[in-house]
Antibody, heavy 117, light 107 residues
Framework: EVQLLESGGGLVQPGGSLRLSCAAS????????MGWVRQAPGKGLEWISS????????HYADSVKGRFTISRDNSKNTLYLQMNSLRAEDTASYYC??????????WGRGTTVTVSS | DIQMTQSPSSLSASVGDTVTITCRAS??????LNWYQQEPGKAPKLLIY???SLQDGVPSRFSGSGSETDFTLTIASLQSEDFATYYC?????????FGPGTRVDIK
């Protein structure tokens, strides 16, 4: 089955860290650019990061630049998002998606991150 | 960064209606414009890519048009399953910004 499955969300204190994972199956992960999108409670979608097929080229939204790091392990068909220096405003559902200039055509179900003391 | 706006922010419609949602980019994005549908509690779903290309499996009542800075999503003969929030997104340059969304409610 073609799918993406996020994990690693949870409750973390402000200033803390969390690593999200996204396990891919059913498609050629190593040939696909990937990205992360988040959605704060009751708000719209925010694109936050993307990485090319080999993991060499990475892009970030200004809101997470310098705090979040995207990476991938093609041998494990897994995408990661390392989140450091977390803030209350990072509270959101985080989705991974297969990314391209022709849109994000496959999404995971999301994982929830709550930043609170 | 490219800013995306959508109008209206919400609308009410009946089953069978034709609905049009507009998206505008702050600078030209050629036709690097995508449309998504999101139902409450679910992940977004790609409907239209490259402004007017229908994603596989998406009903033909959905259509997109436009180029440069002005784009439109049209839903013909609205069905009950179409009541959702719709987002545009530019994929011309990073950050690949989304519009704020348009919620389509049942009248």
């Amino acid at each position: 089955e073609v799918q993406l499955l996020e994990s690693g969300g949870g409750l973390v204190q402000p200033g803390g860290s969390l690593r999200l994972s996204c396990a891919a199956s059913g498609f050629a992960f190593s040939s696909s650019a990937m990205g992360w999108v988040r959605q704060a409670p009751g708000k719209g979608l925010e694109w936050i990061s993307s990485v090319n097929t080999r993991g060499e080229t990475k892009h970030y939204a200004d809101s997470v630049k310098g705090r979040f790091t995207i990476s991938r392990d093609n041998s494990k068909n897994t995408l990661y998002l390392q989140m450091n220096s977390l803030r209350a405003e990072d509270t959101a559902s985080y989705y991974c998606a297969k990314d391209s200039i022709f849109g994000m055509d496959l999404w995971g179900r999301g994982t929830t991150v709550t930043v609170s003391s | 960064d490219i800013q995306m706006t959508q109008s209206p922010s919400s609308l009410s419609a009946s089953v069978g209606d034709t609905v049009t949602i507009t998206c505008r980019a702050s600078q030209t994005i050629e036709t690097y414009l995508n449309w998504y549908q999101q139902e409450p509690g679910k992940a977004p779903k790609l409907l239209i890519y490259a402004a007017s290309s229908l994603q596989d499996g998406v009903p033909s009542r959905f259509s997109g048009s436009g180029s440069e800075t002005d784009f439109t999503l049209t839903i013909a003969s609205l069905q009950s399953e179409d009541f959702a929030t719709y987002y545009c997104q530019q994929s011309y340059s990073t950050p690949f910004t989304f519009g704020p969304g348009t919620r389509v409610d049942i009248k």
